[in-house]
């Protein structure tokens, strides 16, 4: 199955900074998300992070607060900017590589902020 | 829109069977199983796509209705390595984005 390293594991930030995740998948990866998911929940798509473009988001996330960079097919970075306590959560950055294989994740990054 | 999973929990003695389903009200091309087990990623089982497919994964199968856009994960003689939570997710369309259920705790005891 893909490789797909996160980093960092875990962070404790204080508020009003900004965090940048690292994500680095293997070349047979074709599509890169970026999910959240509260402890005990269900997990939500942010954004698709497309190579070399602005990122597609979802509804309620936006670029000013999550910037994502795609800069080349296996890298992808996301930040969480100005944060607040409401965006303690599990980052988790995904990769597609087609139908054998379906999504697979990164260990994710848990983030407390204070 | 989010699909819906029953049972939210189940909980299952070693070599007992059990269902998940997951259910859309919207068209579906695809639907997705994982299982993430408590703080790890999600692990991917398994894609069915429209057509009523079947698939299976060592005692580990799943179907797709493609009429009534319902899976439905089948888990047989349950083993202890089968606990955590499952997650279906949906494509509406191929290569959109996967949309995941609430998710399906299953708990298996000894």
């Known amino acids: 199955s893909a490789v797909i390293s996160q980093k960092p594991s875990r962070d404790i930030c204080q508020r009003g900074t900004s965090l940048t995740i690292q994500c680095q998948v293997d070349s047979q990866v074709t599509m890169m998300f970026w999910y959240r998911q509260q402890p005990g929940q269900s997990l939500t798509l942010i954004a698709t992070?497309?190579?070399?473009?602005?990122?597609?988001?979802e509804s309620g996330f936006v670029i000013d607060k999550f910037p994502i960079s795609r800069p080349n097919l296996t890298f992808s970075t996301l930040t969480v900017s100005n944060m607040s306590p409401e965006d303690s959560s599990i980052y988790l950055c995904?990769?597609?590589?087609?139908?054998?294989?379906?999504?697979?994740f990164g260990s994710g990054t848990r983030l407390t902020v204070v | 829109q989010q699909p819906v999973q029953s049972p939210q929990a189940v909980i299952l003695r070693e070599g007992e069977d059990a269902v998940i389903n997951c259910s859309s009200s919207?068209?579906?091309?695809?639907v997705h199983w994982y299982r993430q087990k408590h703080g790890e990623a999600p692990v991917f089982l398994m894609i069915l796509l429209k057509g009523g497919e079947q698939k299976g994964h060592e005692k580990i199968s799943a179907s797709f209705n493609e009429k009534k856009q319902q899976s439905s994960l089948y888990l047989t003689a349950s083993q202890l390595s089968y606990s955590g939570t499952y997650f279906c997710?949906?494509?509406?369309?191929?290569?959109?984005?996967?949309?995941f259920g609430e998710g399906t705790q299953l708990t298996v005891n000894p």
């Open positions: 992070a497309n190579q070399g473009s602005e990122a597609t988001y």
């Open positions: 919207k068209a579906l091309y695809s």
């Open positions: 997710g949906t494509e509406g369309t191929s290569g959109s984005r996967l949309t």
């Open positions: 995904s990769g597609y590589r087609g139908l054998h294989y379906g999504y697979t």
